[in-house]
């Protein structure tokens, strides 16, 4: 993945030197579908942040001004489909990091690497990571009961959750892209 630039951040390769921030959000992650890349300290964020280096679908997330991590996107192609989703640092939520992110993100996939869709996963009681797919033009394509699960309850029985999926066609999104260009 090569550098991408948008206004307030920076979105590159990640480098080893990333594991303190990439610790920072993942020792507890927010959203479920994250527990297993829990990080119990720092050498397992030093092996993280190494292996996510060697892995061009992982890409770090920093703000333009410090250069500081503040999230990840992933970006998995399948032919002319690509597997995305995204992880922030809950100290910058509520900024439109992700949005601001996302957003360059797809118009390089389906600019540049001409993907045909983009979908995303997300659980059902993720209504933040919803409303960003809204926002991005994605459309709710599918509800998968009891989907998968990422814990078990008190006595070891798997908790199965829901879990939402989104997409966005090139033409759909070209079609966004050209109304929302047209001055008025």
């Known amino acids: 993945m090569e550098t991408l630039e948008t206004a307030r951040l920076v979105l590159r390769p990640f480098a080893p030197t990333d594991a303190p921030d990439l610790f920072s959000y993942l020792h507890r992650p927010v959203a479920s579908c994250f527990l297993s890349l829990t990080l119990a300290d720092m050498p397992a964020a030093e092996q993280e942040a190494a292996a996510r280096s060697q892995n061009e679908h992982s890409i770090a997330v920093c703000l333009r001004t410090s250069g500081k991590l503040i999230g990840d996107l992933f970006a998995d192609p399948e032919d002319d489909t690509v597997s995305v989703g995204w992880n922030f640092n809950p100290a910058f939520f509520g900024q439109g990091y992700a949005h601001e992110a996302a957003a360059a993100l797809f ?20 209504i933040a990571s919803q409303r960003l797919c809204e926002r991005l033009g994605m459309r709710q394509e ?4 009891e989907f998968i ?8 029985v798997p908790i199965y959750e829901n879990t939402l999926q ?8 070209v079609s966004r892209h050209t109304r929302l260009s047209i001055p008025s």
């Open 107 to 126: 118009a390089h996939l389906f600019t540049k690497r001409a993907a045909r869709r983009l979908y995303a996963y997300v659980e059902d009681t993720n």
């Open 142 to 145: 599918g509800l998968f009961k």
């Open 149 to 156: 699960s990422f814990r078990n309850d008190a006595h070891g």
């Open 166 to 173: 989104y997409a966005l066609l090139r033409h759909g999104w």
